[in-house]
């Protein structure tokens, strides 16, 4: 299907094609050692960077191992995550030897690395430009060396080369040059249950409010709109165990169905006819995103700020990262210290996961688990850092 991430697309059937019917055994186990050895890489890292004692070290060891057990066994299955756990940690570990470490020459690393990850999970796309934006604080003053400015330049433009990468594949498979049809269609999920029966009369696209009206019938029959006098947190419990109804057996089917029935040019081939309706799927649920977004803004404001309260069990957790957020690009801003930085990096990388994963979907451990380790070393440097500015 045209709406999955290429890069595990090519890696399952680079194996199938190997090693046929049993090829689920030796990616489970390429899952297991790649991403082991990702938890390994970046404990040593952390290690040094955070200078743990023992027990800080046997707490991050625990942190680190806990996605390979229930009820997450990443490396029990045929999922992304198996090989995206271990690149996410490879690629904080050669970021932060780049930034801490003066590691420049690491950068080609870096590219391959963050390729690699984006095209197993596109929720990190972003993390390049906290990493550029952490680099460039840190050499601010000196910026215009032609060393720092090509460092600044390759990491924001990994993006450019990932997003081309990406629709040049989906040329060559698809018949179209676009990114995956996969975000929109699963944002636009949120504001659509929020919304009222009568608001697809808002969207200008004929096609496009068909669908949507459709949509919303469907989902009135299957009973996964907003409820009537519910609290906040009931009303997010019901789009978070049920957004899997709500985007993929409606909005996503009924636009498919829709652009199948219609007909299409001749000249086209058969993934072409087969791909187009996902596309265009895609696209219109970007409009239905932003348009009922602004239409019922109150109510999706309050869905995605529990949305992201959930992702991190409770509020004081989310506010106590948002204040070590601010508190430290002030501080690396204006005062620069490397214990600065180093939260700057730890508390934009959880809050733009965290963030992204409310927008677009629904805050699942699933989506998550990459904060956990990162969340404890946040905790690690902020008291380490009132120690000593006791």
Known sequence: MPYRQLGYVIFLKSFSFLFGLHFDVVVVTIHAIFSLFGVHFFYKKATSLFNLNNLYKFFIIAILLFPFFPPLLIANNLCSEGLGYGLYLIFIAIGVDILFNNKQEYIKYYIIVFLGLVFMRSQFIISTLIFAGVYFLIHRKYIFKRKHLLTILVMCGVVLIASLTERSYHKLKDGFFKPTPLGYTSA?????????????????????????????DTLIKKDLLLKANETPKQDYLFFHNNLPKICNQTVRKQGVEYYLKKEQPKEWSFNQAASYPYFETEAACKVYTFTLIRTNFGKWLQLFYTNITHGFYTPLLFFFVVIMFFFSLIKTTFYYKRSYAILFLLSSLILSNALFIAFASHSIQRYLFYNYALLFLLFISTIKLLKREQ
């Not at 949120?190 to 009206?213: G, N, V």
């Open 188 to 216: 636009s999920t949120a504001p659509i249950y929020l919304s009222d029966s009568t608001d697809y009369l808002l969207i200008e696209d004929k096609d496009y409010r068909e669908i949507l009206k459709i949509s919303f």
